[in-house]
């Protein structure tokens, strides 16, 4: 071993430069062997490369939902201390109790699991594939992990869940109209800053716009590209949004014209989307209501009276409009037999017309009685 320059040589000794070439076989093609046996090696390291970052995601989720836990916890605590006794109160609280333990149980776990992994990828001997890899690729100071894609209905119970949660809180953000106030209530219900309070945001513009509360839609509109905003940062900073809300309030307090307008002009096209949602929510809303109310009016042969009424020549309808039975006869006898028949058994299928008991039951006997 050479030290003279200042470098320990010694941690090269143990490089494992490859394993390939170590055994052959006359009965096996080299490259072929060679091939084989590289590829083996390579699927074990991304597996093991996998089971890291799976962790490391595990534990990141874990955490979070620590965090959540340990806020509601807090708020069930607080309450207690100002209101009476309420047993559905004690129940929830004891729920959060147990799952903040839980929680805290497996965060512990994972931080466990990772540390011995870091130190069995410590022990992992060099080879061919991983003596050229880059050594400051990445930082892990405040970067969100990578997780891999959820699906609709993951999505949907996480929304869903969330809302549960926070619905108040998520309101409260809504209806907060300075840059200020914004701030400091992120800052103190930080677990706000994510997509699932974006949605419910949203959401509730529509609720407010079918309501016609046009200004209050407006305001929390504004909330709405404030939080989407602050997730777009996070995104282009590849961070955490818990971590850069501050940044985003900073830089909007002294935006130059081009962000304002751009935060403007996204503020405008929401309220254009709000609006044509809950007027195309409004509409749908309106053909069910007909659709229910066409249902109840059907007649016993499963006609809508209104189509048919509108669909009948116009001394029968006048017939209808006056009641009077021998107008419809008369009107009836005018037409072609078969179209005759034709309008009367609609009429009958319909509801429109209902023959006395034993009499004109059967179109061809009304007829008959007619002749």
């Not at 945001?201 to 305001?219: G, R, S, T």
């Not at 016993?300 to 209104?306: F, W």
């Amino acid at each position: 071993m050479s030290t003279r320059s200042g470098i320990d040589y010694s941690v090269w000794d143990h490089i494992h430069v490859s394993e390939d070439e170590d055994v052959t076989s006359p009965f096996v093609d080299t490259p072929s062997l060679f091939r084989m046996r590289h590829w083996t090696r390579l699927d074990k390291m991304a597996e093991f490369q996998q089971r890291g970052e799976d962790l490391l995601n595990n534990f990141a989720k874990c955490k979070i939902l620590s965090e959540e836990a340990q806020e509601r916890l807090k708020e069930l605590e607080e309450g207690r201390q100002v209101a009476e006794e309420d047993e559905e109160r004690e129940a929830e609280l004891r729920k959060v109790q147990a799952e903040v333990t839980r929680l805290k149980n497996d965060e512990d776990s994972f931080e466990k699991m990772i540390k011995e992994h870091q130190q069995e990828e410590k022990k992992l001997p060099w080879n061919v594939d991983t003596i050229s890899k880059e050594g400051f690729s990445k930082s892990v100071f405040n970067i969100k992990p990578v997780t891999k894609e959820e699906t609709g209905k993951e999505k949907t119970w996480k929304q869903r869940s969330f809302v549960d949660m926070y619905a108040k809180e998520i309101k409260h953000f809504g209806m907060l109209r300075h840059w200020d106030d914004s701030q400091k209530y992120l800052s103190n219900n930080p677990h706000l800053v994510c997509e699932e309070t974006s949605n419910r945001l949203v959401a509730i513009c529509i609720d407010f716009e079918l309501d016609e509360k046009h200004a209050l839609m407006e305001q929390v509109a504004h909330q709405a590209i404030v939080m989407q905003f602050i997730l777009d940062l996070a995104q282009v900073l590849k961070v955490d949004p818990r971590g850069c809300f501050r940044q985003f309030f900073s830089k909007i307090r002294t935006a130059d014209k081009p962000y304002q307008d751009a935060f403007n002009h996204e503020l405008e096209l929401l309220k254009e989307r709000v609006r044509s949602c809950a007027q195309i929510r409004m509409e749908s809303a309106m053909k069910e209501l007909e659709e229910e109310e066409r249902q109840k009016r059907l007649g016993p042969g499963g006609l809508d009276p209104v189509e048919v009424y509108e669909s009948l020549p116009k001394d029968i309808q006048r017939s209808f409009d006056e009641k009077n039975i021998m107008m419809l006869q008369e009107a009836i006898n005018k037409l072609d037999p078969e179209e005759g028949k034709y309008y009367l058994k609609r009429c009958i299928d319909s509801g429109l017309w209902v023959p006395d008991s034993g009499e004109g039951d059967d179109i061809e006997d009304w007829y008959e009685e007619e002749d």
